[in-house]
């Protein structure tokens, strides 16, 4: 039987990962929930990292990465593959962590990959809002899979251009099944053991989501404030 992978899980019980904020939050799936997008988006790829690392897919290193004009050097985290990919489903962040990887080029003469750009890896190009295409990223594969229903947005009857989702009997019966309670104590394990670890990778996540984002367009989109 089909098993959501844990980044699905996370999106689709957000609010036990994020939170809501003045601003920039995005409904939780399925339900009238609503949390913010770069808290949701840094979970979902926390916990997509950490399965892989749990799978023995990848594993963690922590070193010096040069600031930009080699001003210097600054501590990053970075990943190596560590062994046979798992058997994620296609289309998931999961399946595209290590499916990306093999196709990267190390850092130096090491077999190592700077989180940051492989995050950038999933990124078309900037986005005007990259935190909830990191959250579409998540539901287009679920969509892939037939587990969600997309259809286009409307309003007054007229289409608008924007893709909305409708859950499948199916996907209601695997969230229903997957309790969010393994990830939380898996995040709260690592924290907890490994802080420095926890804190890089939450902190590369941010940088590099932020870093795509289109401040051309943005501004005009969402005001200067």
Request: proline content about 5%.
């Amino acid at each position: 039987m089909e098993e959501l992978t844990p980044s699905e899980v996370v999106l689709l019980h957000g609010e036990r990962f994020a939170t809501r904020a003045i601003a920039g939050n995005v409904t939780v799936p399925g339900t009238d929930r609503t949390v913010a997008a770069d808290r949701l988006a840094t979970a979902i790829l926390s916990a997509a990292f950490l399965a892989n690392e749990e799978a023995d897919a990848i594993r963690f290193e922590v070193g010096e990465r040069a600031r930009w004009l080699g001003l210097g050097s600054r501590t990053a985290l970075f990943v190596v593959p560590d062994g046979p990919d798992p058997e994620w489903p296609r289309h998931t962040l999961e399946w595209a962590i290590p499916t990306f990887l093999e196709g990267m080029e190390p850092v130096g003469e090491t077999d190592r990959v700077h989180v940051g750009a492989l995050i950038d890896a999933f990124f078309d190009g900037d986005e005007t809002d990259p935190w909830r295409y990191v959250i579409e990223l998540v539901k287009d594969g679920l969509a892939a899979r037939d587990l969600l229903e997309r259809r286009r947005e409307r309003w007054l009857r007229l289409p608008i251009g924007r893709t909305e989702y409708g859950h499948t009997e199916a996907l209601e019966r695997l969230a229903t099944d997957a309790s969010p309670d393994r990830i939380e104590r898996r995040f709260a394990a690592v924290e907890t053991a490994r802080p420095e670890l926890w804190k890089l990778l939450r902190w590369e996540i941010e940088r590099a989501v932020a870093a795509r984002l289109d401040t051309s367009t943005y501004y005009v989109y969402h005001g200067s404030s």
